[in-house]
């Protein structure tokens, strides 16, 4: 039997009959609330689903998704969200559906999708699925409260509740993960400061009435020196506690000066507005400027508030509506050669890579920072990982971000084997150097006359590689013999009479991020490496095709964090029913036609032996 048969939609639909019954049983927790108080009513319904030819379904992935996924294990899943007390609510499937089919089938405004709920025939599909009446159609903000009273941590539970789906569906392996994180802007514009914190938005600054008010009368007793028109400015200093002694360059970083709000004395045209009346009165001048008929005209201020005891409150213009945002650095889309600043976050995304099959799927995502090390939480994913689901990883890709010693050990300890670029840091590379220390870049060593040695397999109970130089000085030509010679004596050489001339144990432990289990830059390791382009198209669908993480709106870590996992959700579904859709298809044209080009698509992909024998390792 053709391996791909078991993923037509026939064979899907037989087998997620059990697994919907077998994720009903293992989520039993009752909803508080009866089932007669909600304003809607989600129910799973086995329908109809039919593939078009060209690839279309009849319905959308919509109808597609429901027919075969029961979805009310989302009550059980979030009934600790609710009370048993209060008004009638929506089905928390209901929403979690409604909000699932607009980034489906690509809505990104959640108003324009509501507006189609409340059309009556294009929209009906969509409530029927959802179990939402025509009369009970909820708004957008009973989306926006729903998404932060589930918060990340059920999101992130419902999707791994669908990663367990796809494992049993034998979609997803886990063997091969690849890791790679992707830059995202938060909705708030950056306003200059890269070290604002918690005090920013509320500072307190004493005697500023009496400050500005000598300052009035000074310029009043001054007329003459003093131009009428100039700006006066109120400063105070920034109380930040985040800012370095030094930068990159070494230099001594001054904190920058706060401005409260900045004014000029002008002469009164006509009659003073209640506003200067006002700002006189409150610093104390009123009298003397109408005296001289002259006002005070405000030309900025970031005042929120006056304290009983003189001191002002006022808000840094340079803290963005978003706090918990910062400033991430990444390659130029457009040019390589420079880097992109993103104010925003960083969704780390990890991606199973099914070589057997095509397909890559997403099964863990974390939400940081733009500027949070990205490199550490690819434990936090495996972790996801490896509490909710049985599995055996066998290799983890990832990039110089990861070349961090922790991640070495866990995924060592995990029995997986890591393959992450190797980030040289400020380590020296000349010849010299490297013949000193007596193995290359890559940690292959030398032998005793110079030639680097070659790898010679890798034992695993001791956790070492082996070099051999495999006499590779008797298989020179004779001008490469004879510079060799003039450097060392062959026939003085002790290991000239070994099968394998001279041989090198170096050890894991001694270099545990230079030495691999696979010996970097084999071609062994070169194809595995090429797997990790795998997690950048993932990260690049859910910006560019699917366009979730394109200009979000979001202006908090809490509604990014929910997004970030909801992108995984919509990720994982798509491709995942794409590829069902795929190989349905292919297998109606070949049994009408019996075309050997079809038959040949039907062929699982090529599998190089050396990832081969990595992966069935058990």
């Known amino acids: 039997m053709n391996p791909f048969h078991k993923f037509t939609i026939n064979s899907i ?4 009959n059990k697994i919907n019954i077998n994720v009903s049983l293992s989520h039993k927790k009752p909803f508080p609330k009866p089932l007669s108080c909600f304003l809607s009513h989600y129910r799973f ?7 078009l030819p060209g690839g279309g379904i009849q319905g959308g992935y919509a109808r597609m998704i429901t027919s075969l996924i029961d979805f009310s294990f989302i009550r059980s899943l979030v009934a600790g969200c609710y009370s048993d007390i209060g008004p009638p609510c929506y089905d928390p499937a209901s929403l979690f559906l409604v909000d699932l089919f607009r980034y489906i089938d690509g809505y990104h405004d959640m108003c324009d999708f509501i507006a189609l709920l409340h059309d009556k025939d294009r929209g009906r599909g969509y409530r029927t699925y959802a179990g939402i009446s025509m009369s009970n159609i909820p708004c957008e903000g009973t989306f926006s409260h729903f998404r932060k009273r589930l918060g990340e941590g059920r999101y992130n539970e419902i999707f791994h509740v669908l990663v367990n789906i796809f494992h049993r569906l034998e979609m997803i392996s886990f063997k091969i993960l690849a890791h790679d994180g992707t830059l995202y802007p938060t ?11 918690g005090q920013c938005s509320c500072i307190t600054v004493p005697d500023v009435l009496d400050r500005v008010r000598d300052r009035i009368l000074y310029r009043l007793n001054n007329l003459a020196e003093n131009n009428l028109g100039t700006e006066v400015r109120v400063y105070t200093e920034c109380p930040s506690d985040r800012f370095p002694e030094k930068n990159k360059e070494g230099k001594e970083i001054k904190k920058p000066r706060i401005e409260l709000f900045a004014f000029k004395l002008a002469f009164a045209d ?3 507005t209640q506003e200067q009346r006002n700002t006189a009165i409150l610093f104390g001048v009123h009298d003397e400027l109408e005296q001289q008929d002259l006002s005070i005209q405000t030309i900025r201020a970031n005042v929120v508030g006056i304290n009983p005891d003189g001191s002002i409150t006022i808000c840094c213009p340079k803290l963005p509506k978003d706090t918990d945002a910062r400033i991430g650095v990444r390659r130029d889309p457009q040019n390589s050669d420079k880097k992109q600043r993103i104010f925003g976050y960083n969704a780390v995304l990890s991606t199973s890579v099914e070589v057997h099959l095509g397909i890559e799927l997403p099964v863990a995502i974390t939400n940081i920072a733009g500027n949070a090390d990205e490199g550490g939480q690819i434990i936090a994913n495996k972790e996801q990982i490896h509490k909710r689901h049985q599995c055996q ?3 983890d890709i990832g990039d110089a971000k990861y070349d961090i010693i922790n991640n070495y050990n866990y995924i060592r300890g995990k029995g997986a084997i890591p393959i992450f670029d190797y980030n040289v840091r400020n380590e020296k590379l000349s010849k010299d150097v490297l013949l000193k220390r007596g193995y290359d870049a890559k940690g292959w060593p030398f032998a005793p006359c110079g030639l680097l040695t070659r790898p010679n397999g890798f034992d695993k109970k001791h956790q070492r590689l082996t070099f051999c130089c495999f006499k590779q000085c008797l298989k020179f030509k004779y001008k490469a013999l004879e510079v060799l010679q003039n450097r060392f004596d062959i026939a003085t050489c002790p290991y000239i009479r070994n099968q394998t001339g001279y041989t090198k144990h170096m050890y ?9 289990e696979i010996p970097r830059g084999t071609k062994r390791y070169q194809t595995i490496k090429k797997l990790r382009s795998a997690s950048e198209r993932s ?11 394109v200009n979000p709106k979001v202006f908090n870590k809490t509604r990014a964090d929910i997004l970030s996992q909801m992108a995984a959700i919509v990720l994982i579904l798509k491709r995942s029913f794409s590829f069902i859709v795929k190989i349905t298809i292919l297998f109606r044209k070949y049994h009408k036609s019996h075309d050997p080009a079809v038959r040949e698509k039907l062929q699982p992909p090529a599998v190089p032996k050396s990832i081969l024998k990595l992966v069935q390792l058990e």
Do not use: Q, W
């Open 508 to 516: 894991v432990k001694e270099l545990p991020r230079l030495v691999n």
């Open 270 to 272: 006509g009659e003073v």
């Open 187 to 197: 909705r708030a514009r950056y306003k200059g400061c890269t070290y604002f914190c």
């Open 45 to 51: 319904k086995k329908r109809f689903v039919h593939i």
């Open 13 to 16: 639909s037989k087998k997620l």
């Open 393 to 395: 990883v066998m290799i």
């Open 539 to 549: 990260n690049s669908t859910m910006k560019e095709d699917m366009k979730i993480l």
